[in-house]
């Protein structure tokens, strides 16, 4: 059958697709069209059934029955055979991953990785795929493209991870580019670039976007379609515009209300007359603190010694007991080498000290300062059982619990974060993959509660979860912060996160802190023109749809 574009029919058209797992479906129904340079957001909350769809069009669901049509260029999708599908995989459409550390290989480089596409889809000698790669990787806004080429997926930062395989999903110039939650890992001024790129490099090769996606100020500024799914069935579509200004279902409209809001612990508040002449001692601070990785140097002096990269350098701060310390700033920062510097993780120059002691590698410190991952389902083992996940710790720290004293506590942990077991029958015994983002998100948090902390390291805690899933998780640690008198430091590209959590803020860049202060003074006065360059960009993405085309 021939596939040549036909200006009278969509480029994309689905047809009452149906996803079944094991008898149970989990889409219904589903009907849209993507026309040829088009952007079409499918958005909903974890669990619609988004992302499911998006990977049923190019059957990467093995143990799927599937229903329905997907016409690609007259083709049915759903029913090509597994050459002809291959043809269309990677080549005619792209498919840009959620979760780039998993969805890379770990044992070649990027380079390597985008090169292979190259040489297979698109038969490129080996010198001209390498070449090309780099080249692709400045594309996407990569610093340093052809030392980045040749470092390995766990040598980037997540952002550098997502970008590189935006690289690798455009190589083969598509026709159509799914695309699942494309900058979820990027800060707010590289989510603006990315946007740009995709939407310069839509227009040049009138290349159609298909965007999965919980991010809504990225529809709003991205997308000229909308598409709203929940529990697997379409609620509502149509122009963004219209979607966003008079939405119809009730179901949108409690989307567009899930920004995050200001729910700081109530102490926070208080008036500064109340409070005690002498602030209370930080639980956690830093002084002077620097942290340097090896780098391979180029050439023939890469074998014979190691060049150094300077991550943090000179960063001091001090957290107050029940207190928030926002720290952002661009991806390649700093601020993860921060928060691993603050678990004592990563080797360190400087000191950080914890109720005053230096870290110490102690079992009382390393009890008082846990942490919450940004990735919940690559952060908790798949092979534990819940019970164990969240005990382990327990385990560690409190070996003298009988069984039943630690499962108590165990059970105890979880109903404070939402999930008692009187609503999640068997609970204990059931294992990650059976629960949501954001279900498994606060049993990332109840298992560093369960050893009763007094600080929490919340490396990006809400950038992989939907917006309703996000400000529930938001109000959740506002509530724990409050009865715990926790202290959090915040790690995030997010400045609504920031503004709805912090007390205080420090921006990062190039590894220095270059503006620190209270959270309505950095976010409504900012001093260094990189704080402000950060928020305007944050400004930009919310407002810049009012303007789209």
């Excluded at 990315?194 to 709003?220: E, F, G, K, S, Y």
């Excluded at 899933?469 to 400045?495: F, G, K, P």
Aim: proline share 6%.
């Amino acid at each position: 059958m021939s596939h040549a574009p036909d200006a009278a029919r969509p480029l994309l058209d689905v047809r009452n697709l149906g996803v079944a797992f094991a008898g149970h479906a989990v889409v219904r129904d589903l009907s849209f069209t993507v026309q040829a340079g088009e952007r079409v957001a499918l958005v909903g909350e974890s669990g619609s059934g988004k992302t499911v769809s998006a990977l049923a069009l190019l059957r990467l669901l093995p143990d799927a029955n599937l229903s329905g049509q997907a016409l690609f260029e007259g083709q049915d999708l759903l029913r090509l055979d597994e050459r002809s599908l291959l043809q269309v995989r990677g080549d005619r459409i792209a498919m840009i991953f959620q979760e780039p550390m998993t969805a890379l290989n770990p044992v070649l480089s990027v380079g390597d990785q985008i090169a292979e596409v190259l040489e297979l889809k698109r038969a490129f000698t080996r010198r001209q795929a390498t070449d090309a790669a780099i080249e692709l990787l400045a594309q996407t806004g990569i610093p340093e493209p052809k030392r980045r080429s040749a470092q390995f997926p766990h040598q980037l930062s997540g952002g550098q991870r997502q970008r590189a395989m935006i690289a690798m999903a455009l190589a083969c110039q598509p026709r159509l580019l799914l695309a699942d939650e494309p900058t979820t890992a990027l800060d707010v001024s590289l989510r603006g670039q990315i946007l740009d790129l995709l939407a310069d490099l839509q227009r040049q090769h009138n290349m159609a976007v298909l965007i999965i996606t919980h991010d809504l100020p990225l529809v709003r500024r991205f997308a000229n379609r909308v598409v709203v799914m929940s529990q697997g069935r379409v609620v509502e579509q149509g122009e963004v515009r219209l979607v966003f200004s008079h939405p119809q279902h009730a179901y949108t409209r409690m989307l567009l209300d899930s920004q995050p809001r200001r729910e700081l612990a109530p102490h926070a508040s208080v008036d500064a007359s109340l409070m005690p002449a002498t602030p209370a001692p930080a639980v956690l601070a830093a002084h002077a603190l620097a942290v340097e990785y090896p780098v391979r140097q180029p050439g023939i002096k890469g074998w014979f010694k190691s060049g150094r990269f300077q991550a943090l350098q000179g960063v001091a701060f001090s957290l107050a007991p029940g207190r928030t310390l926002g720290v952002v700033g661009e991806s390649g920062s700093g601020k993860s080498t921060l928060a691993l510097a603050a678990l004592n993780l990563v080797a360190f120059g400087g000191e950080v000290s914890v109720h005053g002691q230096p870290w110490a590698s102690g079992p009382g410190q390393r009890r008082a300062v846990q942490v919450v991952f940004q990735d919940p389902f690559g952060a908790l083992s798949p092979r534990m059982s819940i019970e164990e996940i969240v005990g382990e710790g327990l385990r560690i720290h409190h070996p003298e619990l009988s069984r039943a004293e630690r499962q108590a506590r165990v059970l105890a942990a979880l109903e404070n974060v939402g999930l008692p077991e009187s609503l999640h029958p068997g609970l204990l015994l059931r294992y990650p993959h059976e629960f949501s983002g954001g279900q498994r998100q606060r049993i990332a948090i109840a298992r560093a509660l369960v050893v009763e902390p007094q600080v929490l390291v919340l490396d990006e805690p809400t950038s992989a979860l939907d917006v309703t899933v996000q400000r529930q998780i938001l109000r959740l640690l506002a509530r724990l912060q409050s009865e715990r008198d926790l202290s959090y430091l915040l790690i995030t590209h997010d400045m609504a996160v920031v503004a709805a959590m912090a007390h205080e803020v420090m921006v990062l860049k190039d590894g220095e802190a270059v503006e620190v202060g209270e959270v309505d003074q950095v976010l409504q006065r900012p001093q260094h023109p990189y704080t402000q360059r950060l928020l305007a960009a944050s400004l930009d993405l919310v407002q810049s749809s009012d303007q789209a085309d």
